[in-house]
């Protein structure tokens, strides 16, 4: 059942991200409604760079926040890096450099090559806003955190 979406989830996101790199914004953002719509973190990651960039809709942070978030609760590194960058300022979000470096670890501690500099970079300015106490608590909830369910959902029409 989980799987009856996958292949038109990925699909659709593929078709998002060729629209999004040719510039046709409006394409793109019909694609990965319909992939996120089914589960795909990767589409809900690039509504919230959308929305985040104006990029075929009216800038959005706070719109962009809750894609980020859904999509860097399921793992996505890229989503974690950005959820956790926009909590530095309080772009969208509340600011807290607490959630920040806690999304931003999670970031770092996933391994991918492609982001890593920039997350340990933006972790550790962080860092160096903050009290004791509040580093404990973000090594806390980086230490008690599980990604929310990855596969993609099932929608009845």
Do not use: C
């Not at 593929?14 to 589960?39: H, I, K, W």
């Not at 772009?91 to 931003?104: D, F, S, T």
């Not at 106490?133 to 973000?138: C, H, P």
């Amino acid at each position: 059942m989980l799987l009856a979406n996958a292949a038109p989830a990925l699909a659709e996101y593929d078709a998002g991200v060729r629209a999004y790199t040719s510039g046709n914004f409006v394409q793109a953002l019909a694609e990965f409604r319909e992939s996120a719509r089914r589960g795909h973190s990767g589409a809900e990651f690039m509504l919230g760079v959308q929305y985040f960039n104006g990029a075929g809709v009216e800038h959005d942070p706070a719109t962009a926040a809750i894609y980020f978030h859904l999509a860097a609760e399921k793992g996505l590194p890229a989503a974690q890096l950005a959820f956790g960058s926009i909590h530095i300022r309080g772009v969208g979000v509340w600011q807290n450099l607490v959630r920040a470096h806690y999304w931003l670890t999670l970031a770092v501690e996933s391994g991918d090559p492609d982001l890593k500099a920039e997350a340990v970079a933006l972790r550790n300015a962080t860092a160096r806003l903050m009290t004791t106490d509040e580093l404990t608590q973000a090594a806390e909830l980086a230490a008690a955190w599980r990604p929310a369910r990855t596969g993609l959902m099932r929608f009845d029409p």
